[in-house]
């Protein structure tokens, strides 16, 4: 379903939007739900991913990886392995270059340079179970796992910490001898887990909570949870004997690949070529390097062999990933009016083995829907022994939703409100200062609550023991960053688009279809491909929910120049000036003169110089994402199982390009914070290791787990793009678990504060809750 | 005058004060100004000729692309945020 304030929807048999191109909504292109173009490739299995590059005489990387969690590196002996027939070259730490300890933004955020060359490979202490040791390239995949098997480590075990609140404790071990917390440039005085703290506040806390006739406070625990893309990481590098370097990878920024894989190794971006795969998923956790170097390394050290990485899935999940987990304190008071008076906030997000957890965007997610005066959020950015975090889908919004949106569900339970009335009283609108300061331009945050008001999901009665309903709302930036493409029209009128964004979610359609507007024509003419980082300007990554939109824009701007240089051009062979040229309805027209949009084209091409343009943009206008989700669960009182019984989501969308493509982003989303919300989590035991490092054991969730997902697109356009548009990937999964635990709670009356919530801490709590009632009073 | 919110952890070098107005015409200007009235607080914010890794700059509400040199109207508010990633 599609809510648009000032345009009417279209709406197929079933109520969903089936798009509104054609004219219908005002755009040609627009709103339509066109093939992709890597459709066909896809479903046919031709599309090449990472593991399909195959080279001749390429080599097979593996990866030694530490089985303990944290222990001093004692000595490493490689010689059996290196003796091994078959093994062409075997690297350790040792094989990288120093580099200095130094934070730099290489595209994916601040990175200290160190800690990215040491979770390559570790240096002299390894700091979380699946830690890579050493590398080895062999003439097959088999001799290189046995070659592993030769390598000798000697370690000196040492206590792992394997939470945020014991890392921060006084006596806890030390990761990093040299870690210091940093407090917004001062720098502490004493080794510490603690990476950074940061704060925002306004207003006076004290008389918010005076002013307040409810006040709730709890506290919520997370684990870390893994992206599960489908597809491993996967890279071929060759370094050859000119010192050229080429790296065919799955990837969402192969310019961000290019810079990290620069850096770490002290090699001029210039000598090194990236070409990035189809993508398998990514979801943030394909933006980190984890092979590239490595296989760069050992192509060099083999004698300039292609040398081909790919890991399992039991290396994915100890070595990649995850998102943080968390440790989350929220205290909300309220008014009798339903007004909230003050909010306070403490939350420590595990940072894995480096510093770099996405405290700083939870942060900003925590209150961001809501119009408040009175605040204090304190984050820490805390390092553990688990790897390094990795960006997840709106990075730390889920697990900052699930602990405010909760509360906010008690307030309201405790102020007699309907939580979506209550939501209509605090909700922020255009105006409005959000939590960590600046002031909203045009968001469309009420308009979700209002439409799943008015949805009938949420009036229809919902019948039968142990169910209930709950709701939740989730926030998140979106990022517009730097995207450059190139347009090419040739002699039939179509146009070949070249762009450096990898297609994760549709994008090429999506960038094609807003080219196809700003040039007048069928989305079907223009042909779009994504290329490598010798054949396009830079691009920042398919990250942020920035695609659509600033690449986006780049389309835009492409097909304004491109139609620029057809008039100019046309002016010259209707010597008239291009002013004077009409350009409606893909005709061009002078006078007597007309011609299509293709006669156009094979006029100029017989006539001069070919026609490309190019463009490079860095956009300011990013619109922020709202969503609004509402679901319906039945609880089983004798297993703790959950089962969703239907679930809507309404969202900001901004302009939906491809509705069907947004629909998917708000599916994915929901599914994934589901997962998250109900089975998702890593299993450590007391030691640091890792127990559940399979798909078999890490549960995502499967068709048989998800109901079908309504969704309503609701579009406020955003005044910063052409069309309107908003990033859209991320904010889907911010609000499900919130929306999960206020729903279980209605179902069976337990306030759930840790994620997942499995069967078994559902039985925990209701028994807790059983056994309360018993005792006398 | 743009006016400038102070982040929470600097306002121990501003006597407290949440917002102030300096005078200047790029972010850098107005953080140059700020140090002259609340010394110390630019090395809190830059490091070099740049904004500190992990901090970023929204005037009038919207992310800057370009850090210092990101240009500010006397009616500007200035606010220095955590820089975000996506996922």
């Known amino acids: 379903m599609s809510v648009d304030p000032q345009r009417d929807p279209v709406k197929g048999q079933n109520g969903q939007n089936v798009g509104q191109g054609g004219g219908k909504n005002g755009y040609r292109v627009i709103g339509s739900r066109p093939l992709r173009p890597d459709g066909t490739d896809k479903v046919t299995g031709r599309a090449r991913f990472g593991a399909d590059i195959r080279l001749p005489d390429t080599l097979y990387g593996k990866i030694l990886r530490s089985p303990h969690a944290h222990a001093r590196i004692r000595a490493i002996d490689t010689s059996r392995a290196q003796a091994l027939p078959g093994v062409k070259a075997v690297v350790t730490a040792a094989d990288l270059p120093s580099v200095e300890s130094k934070i730099q933004d290489l595209g994916e955020g601040a990175i200290n340079l160190r800690y990215l060359s040491d979770n390559l490979l570790a240096h002299s202490k390894v700091l979380y179970h699946g830690h890579p040791i050493a590398a080895v390239a062999a003439t097959s995949p088999h001799i290189a796992e046995e070659a592993l098997a030769l390598i000798q480590v000697e370690y000196e075990l040492l206590p792992p910490v394997l939470d945020a609140r014991s890392a921060m404790a006084e006596d806890a071990p030390i990761l990093h001898e040299d870690l210091r917390t940093d407090e917004m440039g001062v720098r502490g005085d004493r080794p510490t887990n603690v990476a950074s703290h940061l704060r925002h506040q306004r207003g006076d806390l004290e008389a918010g909570f005076a002013a307040a006739d409810v006040i709730v406070e709890r506290e919520f625990f997370t684990s870390p949870v893994h992206q599960g893309y489908i597809e491993p990481q996967a890279a071929t590098a060759l370094y050859n004997a000119d010192g050229q370097i080429t790296i065919w990878t799955t990837t969402q920024g192969p310019f961000s690949v290019r810079e990290q894989v620069a850096q770490v190794l002290q090699i001029p971006i210039g000598r090194i070529r990236v070409i990035p795969t189809e993508i398998g998923g990514g979801f943030g956790g394909k933006i980190n390097v984890y092979l590239e170097p490595v296989a760069v390394l050992l192509s060099r050290k083999a004698g300039h062999h292609p040398v081909k990485m790919v890991m399992n899935r039991d290396e994915v999940l100890k070595a990649t990933g995850p998102t943080s987990g968390s440790y989350i304190r929220v205290k909300m008071g309220a008014n009798k009016e339903g007004k909230i008076t003050a909010a306070q906030v403490f939350m420590a997000y595990e940072a894995g083995a480096y510093p770099g957890s996405p405290v700083g965007a939870g942060a900003g997610v925590i209150l961001a829907p809501y119009r408040l005066e009175n605040l204090q959020i304190d984050g820490y950015d805390v390092v553990v022994n688990k790897p390094r975090a990795a960006a997840y889908r709106a990075p730390g919004g889920t697990n900052a939703a699930f602990a405010s949106e909760t509360v906010i569900d008690e307030l309201c339970e405790k102020l007699g409100m309907d939580p979506l009335e209550f939501r209509l009283i605090n909700g922020a609108k255009e105006g409005d200062r959000r939590a960590d300061g600046p002031v909203y331009a045009r968001i469309g945050y009420l308009e979700t609550v209002k439409a799943i008001q008015a949805h009938p999901h949420y009036t229809a009665p919902l019948e039968g023991k142990h169910r209930g309903r709950g709701v939740a709302s989730g926030f998140w930036f979106n990022w517009g960053g730097r995207s450059s493409a190139t347009a090419s029209l040739n002699a039939d009128g179509s146009v070949s688009l070249v762009e450096g964004s990898p297609d994760i979610g549709g994008t090429r359609a999506s960038i094609a279809m807003q080219l196809a507007e700003s040039l007048g024509i069928p989305y079907e003419q223009v042909k779009p491909q994504v290329t490598d980082t010798d054949s396009v300007a830079y691009n920042d990554v398919t990250g942020g929910s920035r695609t659509t939109f600033a690449t986006g824009l780049a389309a835009y701007e492409l097909g304004q120049k491109l139609k620029a240089e057809m008039l100019r051009r046309l002016a010259d062979l209707w010597e008239t000036e291009p002013e004077a040229i009409h350009y409606e309805d893909g005709v061009f027209s002078h006078g007597e003169e007309r011609l299509g949009f293709q006669e156009a084209a094979a006029k100029i091409h017989e006539t001069g110089e070919p026609v490309m343009v190019s463009t490079t943009v860095y956009p300011k206008g990013v619109g922020p994402g709202f969503a609004t989700h509402v679901v319906d669960v039945e609880v089983d009182p004798e297993t703790g199982k959950v089962t969703i019984l239907r679930y809507t989501a309404a969202q900001d969308v901004g302009k939906a390009i491809h509705p069907s493509y947004v629909e998917g982003q708000i599916h994915g989303g929901v599914a994934q914070g589901i997962g998250w919300g109900l089975n998702e989590e890593y299993v450590y035991d007391q030691e640091g290791h890792l127990l559940n490092a399979s798909f078999l054991d890490y549960r995502i969730p499967t068709a048989l787990d998800l109901p079908m997902i309504d969704t309503v697109l609701v579009e406020a356009p955003n005044p910063g793009h052409p069309y309107g548009v908003r990033g859209v990937g991320e904010v889907p999964i911010v609000p499900p678990a919130a929306a999960l635990a206020n729903a279980i709670y209605r179902a069976v009356g337990v306030r759930m504060n840790v994620l997942p919530m499995s069967p078994a801490r559902i039985l925990e709590a209701i028994w807790a809750k059983e056994a309360q009632a018993k005792e006398p009073v | ?87």
């Open chain 2, 1 to 87: 005058m743009p006016t400038v919110w102070i982040p929470p952890l600097l306002r121990e070098l501003t006597g407290g004060q949440e917002r102030v107005t300096v005078p200047g015409r790029t972010v850098g200007e107005v953080i140059q100004a700020l140090e002259e009235r609340f010394p110390g607080i630019q090395e809190r914010l830059c490091q070099g000729n740049r904004l500190r890794p992990g901090i970023t700059v929204t005037v009038d509400g919207v992310l800057g692309a370009k850090g210092l040199r990101e240009a500010v109207s006397p009616e500007s508010e200035v606010h220095f945020v955590p820089a975000i990633g996506g996922g």
